[in-house]
Nanobody
Framework: QVQLVESGGGSVQAGGSLKLSCAASGYAFSIYCMGWFRQAPGKEREGLAS????????YYSDSVKGRFTISRDNAKNTAYLQMNSLKSDDTAMYYC???????????????????WGRGTQVTVSS
């Protein structure tokens, strides 16, 4: 049974940093693309970043490029999202997700992601 559990969310002031983690279990973590998404109240879900199975390729949305970094540790079955220079607009529920494929679609937030965690809340105060 595929399980994804996010952690690391919290409240931070604008300009601060947080690092989210996504612990995966129930499948061979190292052979699938992983992604991070977020959804703010009243807004559509937004794809933020994705990383290929071996971590060699990453993609970012324009809204987080240069501020967020996605990574993974296949030995620990964990994906990460380092978030720097946080803004109030970054306030949302953050989700990790697993793709159906090894290679990520360059369109971050595409429809390839079929398994989702329950999310972790990030609140940025100005």
């Amino acid at each position: 049974q595929v399980q994804l559990v996010e952690s690391g969310g919290g409240s931070v002031q604008a300009g601060g940093s947080l690092k989210l983690s996504c612990a995966a279990s129930g499948y061979a973590f190292s052979i699938y693309c992983m992604g991070w998404f977020r959804q703010a109240p009243g807004k559509e879900r937004e794809g933020l970043a994705s990383i290929s199975s071996l971590g060699r390729t990453t993609y970012y949305s324009d809204s987080v490029k240069g501020r967020f970094t996605i990574s993974r540790d296949n030995a620990k079955n964990t994906a990460y999202l380092q978030m720097n220079s946080l803004k109030s607009d970054d306030t949302a529920m953050y989700y990790c997700a697993r793709s159906r494929f090894e290679i990520c679609d360059a369109r971050v937030g595409g429809s390839d992601f079929t398994y989702w965690g329950r999310g972790t809340q990030v609140t940025v105060s100005s």
